[in-house]
């Protein structure tokens, strides 16, 4: 998991933390104080352990034969850095402390060029040793590329030529420039930033079948919700604890938590209560997200971490309290 996060000079974010993070993390402010920008932070280091340039990630990357469509963030390249007086744009910088489930600690730090969109600065580290690192090192804005300093675990030092358009992370895991220790903490430092889950749920889309009959984990806007769901079902325990937190947001608690399927095996959520069964299209929209909340800490993948802006939208003030206390006690019970 991450355990401290600090931001700084990223779209509105001047100087932010480091942030000592644990299983549940809770941001509140008023309209426009950087809360979504924080999440897009977080999204912007999935980006680039994902191995996409420093542009597909600010400004998106249609959907290849080798990866899924990825929408840029909000503002593109033009909005990435804080404008400070007179117009100028900060470069964004980022550090993160991460333990991996193999419990080492891993600091990965990272600042770029929104103008140019390539990386100005990087390092990695695990305890006191420096893995490599490129802040003393310029960088060749002729060819776009960049030079890092490796210090092998013997104590040798190395120096790699490497493209300034992605970072040094994406380019040297599974390229034999490491030791296979240092490979294995590069991957496992790219897993962690990139097993990232955002949900921001379209309750119109809760309200559809899923196209399977069956899924490991949710889309961001709840595609294959019912999917999820119907994988749920599958373990007696998953599928009770699941229920037993529905009853207790309904002031009529549901019976049964029903799959129904379309002609083609698709899934369809629905609530079975007093005989009767209410597909999703009859459900309120604040159900269908408590239930689609839910479902995201009981999927049978679960991710290293959920992102879920605007928890409250659609959640009645009287269960905003069971909420938090379904997303402590899965977060701690997961270890997401």
Request: charged residues 25%; neutral net charge; glycine residues 8%.
């Amino acid at each position: 998991m991450i355990t401290s996060l600090s931001v700084s000079g990223f779209k509105s974010l001047e100087s932010v933390g480091p942030l000592q993070l644990g299983s549940l993390n809770v941001f509140i402010g008023a309209n426009a104080s950087g809360k979504s920008n924080l999440l897009e932070a977080l999204r912007f280091l999935q980006g680039v352990s994902f191995g996409f340039t420093i542009d597909e990630v600010l400004n998106g990357k249609p959907k290849t034969a080798a990866s899924e469509v990825w929408e840029g963030l909000r503002g593109g390249s033009k909005q990435a850095g804080f404008k400070r007086p007179k117009g100028t744009a900060s470069r964004p910088r980022f550090g993160v402390e991460l333990r991996t489930r193999s419990h080492r600690s891993i600091h990965f730090g990272l600042q770029f060029s929104p103008n140019q969109r390539v990386v100005v600065e990087e390092s990695l580290s695990t305890g006191p040793r420096p893995v490599y690192e490129t802040a003393t090192l310029k960088q060749d804005r002729t060819t776009r590329t960049i030079q890092a300093r490796y210090n092998d675990p013997e104590g040798k030092h190395h120096r790699l030529t490497l493209d300034a358009s992605r970072t040094v992370l994406a380019q040297v895991r599974n390229s034999l420039k490491f030791d296979d220790q240092d490979d294995e903490l590069a991957e496992e430092c790219a897993a962690t930033l990139g097993n990232v889950q955002r949900l921001d749920f379209d309750p119109r889309v809760l309200h559809l079948y899923s196209q399977g009959s069956t899924a490991q984990r949710m889309g961001e806007r709840g595609e294959n919700f019912a999917a999820v769901v119907a994988a749920i079902k599958k373990s007696k325990d998953s599928y009770a604890a699941y229920l037993d937190w529905l009853q207790q947001l309904s002031p009529a608690p549901s019976d049964e938590v029903k799959v129904l399927e379309g002609a083609c095996g698709e899934a369809l959520f629905a609530l079975r209560h007093g005989g009767n069964e209410f597909p999703a299209a009859s459900l309120s929209d604040g159900t269908l997200r408590f239930a689609a909340i839910a479902a995201a800490f009981f999927q049978p993948s679960m991710p290293s971490l959920v992102l879920i802006e605007e928890v409250a939208t659609g959640i009645h003030p009287s269960r905003l309290r069971l909420l938090l206390d379904l997303l402590k006690s899965q977060a701690e019970a997961t270890g997401t």
